[in-house]
T-cell receptor, first 113, second 112 residues
Framework: GENVEQHPSTLSVQEGDSAVIKCTYS??????FPWYKQELGKGPQLIID?????GEKKDQRIAVTLNKTAKHFSLHITETQPEDSAVYFC????????????FGTGTRLLVSP | EAQVTQNPRYLITVTGKKLTVTCSQN?????MSWYRQDPGLGLRQIYY???????DKGDVPEGYKVSRKEKRNFPLILESPSPNQTSLYFC???????????FGPGTRLTVL
């Protein structure tokens, strides 16, 4: 079935360290993988996304990597800052329904000063 | 400002009392969806709409109804709310030309 697994569920790092969040997906036909950041009291916001024809994408301190063979993708945040503290969701687009995104269960990232 | 708005933001109600959560977007998006967010379960799709008068079930549609009479609005209706519908609800919209979904600020619903 359609499934996205996300690990870890919580992640605590010191300011300046790197953080990595990993996701695996079940459908090899999926071709779009967004990452969302959810701050307290707000809706999820897209921070970066990647398509299956690309192995890696960077945007300043954030990068996403995709391994289609293994069906997993990861979010990398370098030089973490306290404002990076939030819940992060990965998602995969499945072809069984229009633009259907299936989300992971979320990772709560805490960056300590 | 391009945005998705939801109302109310917070709602406490009792079992069986019909309620509607409104969602509106000002980006002329064709696609709109409703999700619920529960601890440990992430976001799960309730219903979605591909355009006016076109709606379909998502993964957890039981106990919910939707309508899409206008392109900008996509209300979520709970005809007879039950305590297991206590959750955080998000509306999202996207264009037919991109995959990016834009989320509203959320509605926290408590059913007693």
């Amino acid at each position: 079935g359609e499934n996205v697994e996300q690990h870890p569920s919580t992640l605590s790092v010191q300011e300046g360290d790197s953080a990595v969040i990993k996701c695996t997906y079940s459908d090899s036909a999926s071709n779009y993988f967004p990452w969302y950041k959810q701050e307290l009291g707000k809706g999820p916001q897209l921070i970066i996304d990647i398509r299956s024809n690309v192995g890696e994408k960077k945007d300043q301190r954030i990068a996403v990597t995709l391994n289609k063979t293994a069906k997993h993708f990861s979010l990398h945040i370098t030089e973490t800052q306290p404002e990076d503290s939030a819940v992060y969701f990965c998602a995969a687009q499945f072809k069984t329904g229009f633009q259907k995104l299936v989300f992971g269960t979320g990772t709560r990232l805490l960056v300590s000063p | 400002e391009a945005q998705v708005t939801q109302n109310p933001r917070y709602l406490i109600t009792v079992t069986g009392k019909k309620l509607t959560v409104t969602c509106s977007q000002n980006m002329n998006h064709e696609y709109m969806s409703w999700y619920r967010q529960d601890p440990g379960l992430g976001l799960r799709q309730i219903y979605y709409s591909m355009n006016v008068e076109v709606t379909d079930k998502g993964d957890v549609p039981e106990g919910y109804k939707v309508s899409r009479k206008e392109k900008r609005n996509f209300p979520l209706i709970l005809e007879s709310p039950s305590p297991n519908q206590t959750s955080l609800y998000f509306c999202a919209s996207s264009s037919s030309h991109t995959d990016t979904q834009y989320f509203g600020p959320g509605t926290r619903l408590t059913v007693l």
